[in-house]
């Protein structure tokens, strides 16, 4: 295997130096050392410099530096140039001497001598620099890396590097040691040589003092022999200045020679840097991220971006390890730098061309009958780089004879291919974009003729990397035994690019995927993108990122005000009915995108009152129960075929069959029911997220004189948890919430994919889970039976299926999947809720009625009935039902319970009565979630 090894510092100085010298260019710009840092490597911008243009840098004399000037060749204009090669030392140490208090200052190699008050004994400039001689060899500075690219053999370099280590590690060793000891000699010498002198001259001092008192004595007695006296005196003074010239002269030797010692140890230990240099920059480029399988990166476009985008290693081979954890399963992968990172992903395997279809069955739509297409790297590496990436490419080529794919006579052909991505199964790519629209730059296949091979090629382009790379292919006009094709699908390519959020060209996909990639993050406005087309749609929102990532919507209207918006007495009517639509500040296509990544969503409204029932009214009924005729109602699709919210189980379901589900009141002011404003504060928090924004809301009490209202509705607000249970998406379904439950820590009840009879993910179903019960799996029926006469011929037990208009009741779930879920259940639960108008159900006035009604469970029919065996026996309170009554005035509701370990009677599919043929007698009923554990 080759490497790649870059220059650094060192070397890259002493070329510059070389190519400056031998240039002609012109000097544009000259430098004392005092204007540059002498920290090791120095370096200048170039940017005020032309190309071709040059430096010179003086060390100044002035400023008691010195060395040789260094040219400086600003080859390319705008280049941040490191020149570590300049050498400018500082040249002053000080010795200062104590009880005389003389000072000799060393200089450029000369002593002067002055007196004062301090006694110390310093070198400063060099003992500042011994101390610092270790802590500088071991740092690794900042390299403006050469981007010229020199390939050797990895034995050869890791030879050469082991030497080199080892050579400058003794020599730097030795250095520092002869450095120390240098120093060290020279304090105790210039001590030595200072205590000398200091002696001669007390020494001196002293014969001058008795000189001196001798002459002034002989003086002031007029002594004749003063001229003798004077010349003795004189002879004295000479000797004495000779030998503390002496004295100094040896000092000034002794300083000299030292302070040239330690100078050539400080230059030897400067070049031993610039070797260590060598040995780091060589080291730093052979452990760069992604040059070996023990230190991956990310993607391409993750090692590109720890580079700082400066592509130094260029394109080439790297390794990468998408999933993280062991690099045990890191591979090589080819990277496009130059481009900003593709990581490419290389098929191993094509289509061949063939005849696909068995002989002559005719043209229809069909995927292609073999395996997914494959690609060289693991399912788990690729959903991993999908994850990491924010946008792929491909392209294929398809060979046609006789089969049209795209056009056909310049139109595009109804039966025109589709492709289906690794990880989004659901939608594919077409013509029009059922999922994402592909390109096609190329197509010879229109002319249709089977004796003539053409081509066509198509192009997959997007910024939702979960639709490549393309697994398979579908093709319509391929029945005819002549009509033959094949398909070479290219390699993939994968990059990413910042997504912070900070303009819509770096749009994030959610506030939850911005607070994940950059936790730092402070709530604030963001730019997101959760369709993730191109960014020209991108928006921005509110991020609550103190709160984990929340992703705010505003409404396009936030209140309705305060007023009578309905006459003519009670009926619950719809806001879209009245004249108030309720929108959002997001389009269709962004928000169905931000749902299908959001695990949560959640809103609130605060409802205004002034004689109008919310949720409960307070003189009828207690605080635990429900007004369930006359609480707010809200639906996410103005046409019923969306989500319904309610207040309990006698609203009605959705026309598609979507589950009901439970909005929570926080207080209800509105329960008094009085001449005076007051408000009901609701919550509507779920783990499917497309059960919000609501987009209707429907009053009921609101019709009579003096009954007033308003409303005010929050933000909705979605979040994306990333560490989420089985169950969260359709590829993690397990077979039933009980394994949601025990593979994680804490799961919360809610929404997730199960998939009870395994194999493909495909089919695999939403259901509700409930957690609080140890992973009970809810399926939901998907009508109800409505309060009304069914039978006319008189009373006796009849099935509900058999009466007019009568039905098995649907679930939410396939037969397939029921009946794998019910073998691999323990036991079920299930409550019906039936409204009674002179019709008996269960009891009668004083004990179970003998024709009590019965009821049948899926997929066998299992019978409940008041005589069967314990197990399928339905339990009702008797006080609880209004039913036996019999009454004709009114109507009464009665709650039946199913609750057994034999899961093969449930869900309860059909209801045969006894007593309801008569005139006038009337009855419905709403079927519960069925919980199986």
């Not at 090589?332 to 061309?353: L, R």
């Not at 194999?759 to 809810?778: F, H, N, Q, R």
């Not at 009304?788 to 009741?809: L, P």
Request: charged share 20%; aromatic share 10%; proline share 4%.
């Amino acid at each position: 295997m080759r490497v790649a090894v870059v220059g650094v510092v060192g070397v890259l100085c002493l070329l510059f130096v070389g190519l400056a010298t031998a240039s002609n260019a012109t000097v544009v710009c000259e430098l004392m050392s005092s204007q540059i840092s002498v920290t090791f490597p120095i370096v200048h911008n170039c940017t005020a410099v032309p190309a071709g243009a040059f430096c010179v840098v003086n060390c100044d004399a002035s400023e008691s530096f010195y060395g040789e000037p260094i040219v400086i060749d600003c080859t390319i204009e705008g280049n941040i140039v490191p020149f570590g090669a300049v050498q400018c030392v500082e040249r002053v140490n000080t010795i200062e001497t104590d009880s005389l208090g003389l000072h000799l200052h060393a200089i450029h190699g000369d002593v002067f001598v002055s007196v004062g008050d301090n006694i110390e004994i310093p070198i400063s400039k060099l003992d500042s620099t011994v101390k610092k001689i270790n802590t500088r060899l071991n740092v690794v500075e900042e390299y403006n890396i050469d981007a010229r690219v020199t390939t050797i053999e990895d034995a050869d370099l890791s030879g050469e590097i082991k030497s080199l280590s080892t050579q400058v590690s003794t020599q730097q060793s030795q250095a520092v040691l002869s450095l120390s000891v240098g120093i060290d000699d020279g304090l105790d010498n210039a001590k030595m040589a200072t205590l000398d002198l200091s002696t001669a001259l007390e020494k001196s001092s002293t014969s001058l003092a008795s000189a001196i008192s001798s002459l002034a004595t002989s003086a002031s007695n007029g002594d004749t022999s003063l001229e003798n006296s004077q010349a003795e005196l004189s002879s004295q003074l000479s000797s004495t200045l000779k030998g503390v010239t002496s004295t100094i002269l040896v000092i000034d030797d002794s300083v000299d020679d030292n302070v040239n010692a330690i100078e050539g140890n400080v230059n030897a230990i400067g070049m031993l840097q610039m070797k260590m240099d060598v040995v780091e920059g060589i080291t730093n480029a052979l452990n760069f991220t992604g040059h070996s399988k023990e230190t991956p990166g990310i993607s391409c476009s993750h090692i590109l971006i720890e580079q700082n985008n400066n592509n130094v290693y260029g394109d080439g081979m790297y390794w990468i390890d998408p999933n993280g954890g062991s690099t045990s399963d890191s591979f090589q992968v080819y990277c496009d730098m130059e481009n900003g990172g593709w990581t490419k992903i290389i098929p191993s395997g094509s289509v061949p061309v063939a005849h696909h279809k068995p002989t002559d069955t005719g043209d229809g739509r069909s995927w292609y009958d073999g395996n997914d297409f494959s690609y060289d790297i693991s399912d788990s590496q690729l959903s991993a780089l999908i994850g990491h990436s924010t946008y792929a490419k491909q392209d294929a080529e398809f060979t046609c004879e006789g089969v049209i794919i795209y056009k056909l006579d310049g139109a595009v052909y109804s039966g025109a291919a589709y492709f289906k991505g690794f990880l989004n199964k659901d939608e594919f790519w077409s013509v029009n974009g059922n999922g994402m629209a592909y390109e096609v730059p190329t197509d010879n296949c229109g002319q249709n003729d089977p004796d003539v091979t053409e081509k066509a090629v198509f192009r997959f382009e997007t910024g939702n990397p979960e639709y490549l790379p393309i697994i398979d292919i579908n093709v319509s006009d391929d029945g005819d035994s002549v009509e033959n094709w094949g398909l070479k699908y290219m390699s993939v390519f994968f990059k990413y690019e910042v997504r912070d959020g900070s303009s819509a060209a770096h749009a994030g996909r959610t506030c939850s995927h911005i607070k994940k990639e950059f936790s730092s993050s402070p709530d604030g406005y963001y730019f997101i993108d959760p369709n993730r087309g191109e960014t020209t749609d991108a928006f921005q929102v509110y991020c609550d990122m103190s709160g984990g990532g929340w992703t705010h919507i505003q409404p396009t209207r936030a209140t309705i005000p305060k007023g009578t918006h309905s006459s003519g007495g009670d009926a619950f009517k719809w806001t879209s009915e009245i004249g108030f639509d309720l929108n959002y500040k997001i389009s269709s296509s962004q928000l169905q995108a931000l749902q299908a990544f959001s695990t949560r969503a959640r809103q609130d409204l605060l409802f205004l009152c002034h004689g109008v029932i919310a949720y409960r009214y307070a003189p009828i009924y207690s605080d635990s129960n429900i007004h369930s005729n006359t609480a707010l109602r809200f639906r996410t699709q103005i046409n019923n075929d969306g989500y319904f919210w309610s207040s309990g189980e006698l609203n009605p379901l959705s026309s598609s069959g979507y589950p009901n589900y439970l909005y929570t009141v926080k207080s209800d002011g509105c329960i008094v029911n009085d001449a005076a404003w007051r408000s009901t504060d609701m919550l509507f928090d779920t783990s499917n997220a497309f059960a919000l924004p609501f987009l209707d809301m429907a009053v009921q009490d609101h019709g009579d004189a003096g009954e007033y209202w308003g409303a005010q509705f929050s933000d909705v607000q979605f979040l994306t948890a990333f560490d989420v249970p089985l169950g969260a998406t359709r590829d993690t379904a397990p077979q039933t919430c009980r394994d949601v439950y025990y593979s994680h820590p804490s799961p919360q009840s809610g929404y997730y994919f199960i998939d009870p009879n395994g194999g493909s993910k495909d089919d695999a179903v939403l259901v509700e889970c409930d957690m609080s019960k140890g992973g009970w799996t809810g399926i939901h029926p998907m009508k109800t039976i409505p309060h009304k006469s069914w039978w006319s011929a008189g009373d006796g037990g009849r099935w509900f299926t058999d009466m007019n208009g009568g039905f098995e009741m649907p679930y939410d779930i396939p037969d397939a999947q029921l009946k794998e879920l019910q073998a691999i259940s323990v036991g079920g639960y299930q409550e019906i809720a039936m409204t009674c108008r002179d019709t008996i159900v269960w009891f009668d006035v004083t004990s179970v009625y003998g024709g009590a009604a019965e009821f049948a469970g899926a997929i066998s029919r299992t019978v409940w009935t008041k005589s069967e065996k314990p197990y399928l026996q339905p339990k009702v309170n008797i006080a609880d039902d209004m039913c036996r009554e019999n009454s004709a005035a009114y109507d009464g509701r009665v709650k039946i319970y199913f609750d057994t370990g034999n899961p093969s009677a449930f869900p309860i599919i059909d209801i045969k009565l006894y007593d309801h043929g008569d005139p006038g007698e009337q009855w419905g009923a709403t079927i519960s979630t069925c919980w199986f554990y």
